[in-house]
Nanobody, 119 residues
């Protein structure tokens, strides 16, 4: 397990950009990591994942607009969000796990950071 802290959320106009950061309390070298979000009144949904080797996967709703990346030297993961839409408004969570799979999911979670996109 590892402790995760998100930052970088805020209020932005539609079409704008934000970069979220997820700082880990220990080395993330061997961890798969991901970003999830929970829109108001809806269930949490996957946004993007990145393996320990750097392979990425995105939800269809964010493909071409969001970029997930990691800096193992800084124990930090990022989510660059461009061309933001009001429907991107949500609490964004980062997650990590050394044994991630679609079946097992992620074991470590951050506390979340609010992203609000105004129209």
């Amino acid at each position: 397990q590892v402790q995760l802290v998100e930052s970088g959320g805020g209020l932005v106009q539609a079409g704008g950009s934000l970069t979220l950061s997820c700082a880990a309390s220990a080395s993330i070298f061997s961890f798969a990591m991901g970003w999830y979000r929970q829109p108001p009144g809806k269930q949490r949904e996957l946004v993007a994942t990145i393996t320990s080797g750097g392979s990425t996967n995105y939800a269809d709703s964010v493909k071409g607009r969001f970029t997930i990346s990691r800096d193992n030297a800084k124990n930090t993961m990022y989510l660059q969000m461009n061309s933001l839409k009001p429907e991107d408004t949500a609490v964004y969570y980062c997650a990590a796990d050394q044994d991630y799979s679609d079946y097992n999911g992620f074991g470590s979670w951050g506390q979340g950071t609010q992203v609000t996109v105004s129209s």
